[in-house]
Each structure stands twice: as structure tokens, then as C-alpha cells.
């Protein structure tokens, strides 16, 4: 397993980071361990999580996958084998916090209540789940219109947060913190205050990146490679869809589109996704493997978020460390984007 430094941290984390969303909801917490067990023996190091997961989001699990996580520390006394990354909700569920939006307070508070549920004194990377103001994440990049708010108090805001998260660092905490759905100019703004306060710099962005979606590629890349902030990419399949399991109005059952909605399917979709697969088939390859090993070659890719519901579909996407792209499939990948450029 190839590694990177998680911005300039000095922490080192595996190219294939383990997702965990689905554990409380679709897996069970003998599935997690299990999980977490053979992520480790292959050499994946790097965990993420949220205090908002499991997933589909809802009060009567929210807080589950953090639990699992905790009682697998407690019983492997493996602390030191893994580096955890946790997020603040933002706001938006009232089940978590009353919906509030991110500030000082809920920065403690929810921090707080992650390290109890994870059964630990620290973690290594703590992130702002998604801005207060509003973003083009979690597909609303057609209707993003950042001139419907205001703009008092949002500098002030991004401000008070920074200073409790260093609070919290100097306390012992956390070790380095980052962002996830964020933008290009969110992400500029939390550098500069941070430079000019002296507080945490910024490790890394948490943001969606496929072959559906590559916003990345342009402003965020050249801040990214600039900056030296780490791209760890979510829903590198896109929600599972670049499987093409849901192609043609197909919901297997047990699937995330059985439990949820897949948000990521449409008329739009639909034909970008067909071609990824016959191009993938066309070369006898997975096309869930394809998806994360183009994935990997991204020059600002630190570490690519997988998940999975079986234990086959974990040891595949592992095993896309190891896929090495020919040239023509690239070219074909290319192909296909230049066809499909942007999706919903």
C-alpha cells in the first residue's frame, strides 16, 4: 500500500482510506470489525467517519458508526495502528444539536461527544462536515446561486471556529483539522485567517470526486497543488452507481439505493455511466476498480474514501490499489468526459 503526508502535517495516510458510512445502517458492527481487520491487513491506516453517520441519515442512528469504530479500539487496543478522521455536522438536521450551524460552542460540543463515542483522546483529522453558507456540494452545483446570502458575520464566523479548533488542538484534541464540501474560495479564506491568526492551517478538503464529478480538476486542484492541501475524495463510485448495478431503473435489493435515494442517477447520468461501463467491460476490467484506480492517478489524490456492504466488494476496491490504467483506457476515459462533462 502506497502512502502519503496528509498535507503538511507530517501524517502519513494510506492511498485507500476506509469509508464507514454504511456500518449501523446496512452493516452491522460484526461487519465493521471485520472490515476494519482486513482494511488493516492490506495496509490501509486511514479511517473516516462523521458523528452524522450511519447513512441514510436519522436521529435513531445517527452516532452508530462512531460507536463501532470505539468499541473495535477498545477491544484491538490498535490505537496507534490507525489515523481517524472525524467531522462536525453542519447545519441542517435538527436531531444532531438542534440543527445549528457550525460556531466555537458546537465545535466542543461536538467534539466532545465524537471522542466518547469512539472511545479515545484524540483524533487525527478533524473536519467541518460542509459550510454554513451555502456550497454546490451534494448535488446543487446547477442551482449554486452564492449571491442568495448574506455576507455579515461569515468571515467572523469561519473565524471563531478556526480558534476553537486550535483550542481543542492545544488541549490534546485533535491533531490536524480540514474541511469537506467546501469551496475554493472557503478553503482560500480559511488559509489566509489562519495565516494571519496564527492558527491550524488547514490539512486537507474532503470533497466528492468521480468520473461523474470533476469539479476538482479546475480552481480546487490549483489550490490544492499551490497550498499543499490533501484531496481526500468521497463517493469515488459515485454512490456505488459507476457499478452500473442501477442502470435501467435497476434497485438491487440490500444496496444503497434500496435504503436511500441514488441522487446521482438521471437522464443526465445514465449515458456517462453506461459508456464508463462498456469501456471498463471492453478491457476486462472492474468497473468499480476502474473507477478508484483513475481515481488514484490524480496528481492532487491523497487518499480515495471506499465503502462497502460485503467483504467482496471491499477486498475489490482495495484491490484497485494495484490497477495500473493502459494508456488507451485512459485515453478512453477522457473520451467519455469530453462526451459527458458534467453531470447530475
Same mark, same amino acid.
Given at each position: 500500500? %502506497?502512502? $502519503?503526508?496528509?498535507? $503538511?502535517?507530517?501524517?502519513?495516510?494510506?492511498?485507500?482510506?476506509?469509508?464507514?458510512?454504511?456500518?449501523?445502517?446496512?452493516?452491522?458492527?460484526?461487519?465493521?470489525?471485520?472490515?476494519? &481487520?482486513?482494511?488493516? %491487513?492490506?495496509?490501509?491506516?486511514?479511517?473516516?467517519?462523521?458523528?452524522?453517520?450511519?447513512?441514510?441519515?436519522?436521529?435513531?442512528?445517527?452516532? $452508530?458508526?462512531? %460507536?463501532?469504530?470505539? !468499541?473495535?479500539?477498545?477491544?484491538?487496543? $490498535?490505537?496507534?495502528?490507525?489515523?481517524?478522521?472525524?467531522?462536525?455536522?453542519?447545519?441542517? !438536521?435538527?436531531?444532531?444539536?438542534?440543527?445549528?450551524?457550525?460556531?466555537? +460552542?458546537?465545535?466542543?460540543?461536538? =467534539?466532545?461527544?465524537? =471522542? +466518547?463515542?469512539?472511545?479515545?483522546?484524540?483524533?487525527? =483529522?478533524?473536519?467541518?462536515?460542509?459550510? !454554513?453558507?451555502?456550497?454546490?456540494?451534494? !448535488?446543487?452545483?446547477?442551482?449554486?446561486?452564492?449571491?442568495?446570502? @448574506?455576507?455579515?458575520?461569515?468571515?467572523?464566523?469561519?473565524? %471563531?471556529?478556526?480558534?476553537?479548533?486550535?483550542?481543542?488542538?492545544?488541549?490534546? +484534541?485533535?491533531?490536524?483539522?480540514?474541511?469537506?464540501?467546501?469551496?475554493?474560495?472557503?478553503?482560500?479564506?480559511?488559509?489566509?485567517?489562519?495565516?494571519?491568526?496564527?492558527?491550524?492551517?488547514?490539512?486537507?478538503?474532503?470533497?466528492?470526486?468521480?468520473?461523474?464529478?470533476?469539479?476538482?480538476?479546475?480552481?480546487?486542484?490549483?489550490?490544492?497543488?499551490?497550498?499543499?492541501?490533501?484531496?481526500?475524495?468521497?463517493?469515488?463510485?459515485?454512490?456505488?452507481?459507476?457499478?452500473? +448495478?442501477?442502470?435501467?431503473?435497476?434497485?438491487?435489493?440490500?444496496?444503497?439505493?434500496?435504503?436511500? &435515494?441514488?441522487?446521482?442517477?438521471?437522464?443526465?447520468?445514465?449515458?456517462?455511466?453506461?459508456?464508463?461501463?462498456?469501456?471498463?467491460?471492453?478491457?476486462?476490467?472492474?468497473?468499480?476498480?476502474?473507477?478508484?484506480?483513475?481515481?488514484?492517478?490524480?496528481?492532487?489524490?491523497?487518499?480515495?474514501?471506499?465503502?462497502?456492504?460485503?467483504?467482496?466488494?471491499?477486498?475489490?476496491?482495495?484491490?484497485?490499489?494495484?490497477?495500473?490504467?493502459?494508456?488507451?483506457? =485512459?485515453? @478512453?476515459?477522457?473520451?467519455?468526459?469530453?462526451?459527458?462533462?458534467?453531470?447530475?
Amino acid at each position: 500500500m %502506497e502512502f $502519503r503526508e496528509l498535507g $503538511r502535517t507530517g501524517i502519513s495516510v494510506s492511498r485507500i482510506c476506509l469509508g464507514t458510512m454504511t456500518w449501523g445502517e446496512q452493516n452491522s458492527e460484526a461487519d465493521a470489525h471485520a472490515q476494519i &481487520d482486513y482494511a488493516l %491487513e492490506r495496509g490501509v491506516n486511514f479511517l473516516d467517519t462523521a458523528e452524522l453517520y450511519s447513512t441514510p441519515a436519522r436521529a435513531e442512528t445517527q452516532g $452508530r458508526t462512531e %460507536e463501532y469504530i470505539g !468499541n473495535w479500539l477498545q477491544t484491538s487496543g $490498535r490505537r496507534q495502528d490507525v489515523v481517524i478522521a472525524s467531522k462536525i455536522t453542519g447545519p441542517g !438536521n435538527e436531531w444532531i444539536r438542534g440543527g445549528r450551524p457550525i460556531d466555537g +460552542k458546537e465545535v466542543v460540543a461536538a =467534539l466532545d461527544a465524537s =471522542l +466518547k463515542r469512539l472511545r479515545t483522546d484524540y483524533i487525527d =483529522l478533524y473536519q467541518l462536515h460542509w459550510p !454554513n453558507r451555502r456550497h454546490y456540494n451534494f !448535488n446543487r452545483s446547477w442551482g449554486f446561486d452564492p449571491f442568495c446570502q @448574506g455576507r455579515e458575520g461569515v468571515r467572523e464566523n469561519m473565524l %471563531e471556529t478556526l480558534e476553537a479548533l486550535d483550542a481543542q488542538v492545544k488541549a490534546g +484534541k485533535i491533531r490536524a483539522v480540514g474541511v469537506s464540501n467546501e469551496t475554493s474560495w472557503g478553503l482560500m479564506e480559511f488559509l489566509r485567517l489562519a495565516r494571519e491568526h496564527n492558527l491550524p492551517r488547514l490539512a486537507s478538503i474532503q470533497n466528492e470526486y468521480n468520473l461523474l464529478r470533476r469539479h476538482f480538476d479546475l480552481d480546487l486542484a490549483e489550490v490544492a497543488y499551490f497550498e499543499e492541501i490533501a484531496l481526500l475524495a468521497y463517493s469515488p463510485l459515485g454512490g456505488g452507481v459507476l457499478s452500473g +448495478k442501477y442502470l435501467d431503473g435497476q434497485v438491487p435489493r440490500g444496496t444503497r439505493g434500496d435504503v436511500g &435515494d441514488v441522487w446521482r442517477m438521471s437522464e443526465h447520468s445514465e449515458p456517462a455511466i453506461r459508456a464508463y461501463v462498456e469501456l471498463a467491460k471492453a478491457h476486462g476490467l472492474d468497473p468499480c476498480q476502474m473507477a478508484l484506480a483513475y481515481c488514484l492517478t490524480k496528481p492532487f489524490m491523497t487518499s480515495v474514501i471506499i465503502g462497502a456492504t460485503s467483504m467482496a466488494q471491499l477486498e475489490a476496491d482495495i484491490g484497485a490499489a494495484d490497477l495500473t490504467l493502459s494508456d488507451t483506457v =485512459l485515453e @478512453g476515459i477522457e473520451a467519455i468526459h469530453r462526451r459527458y462533462p458534467r453531470t447530475v
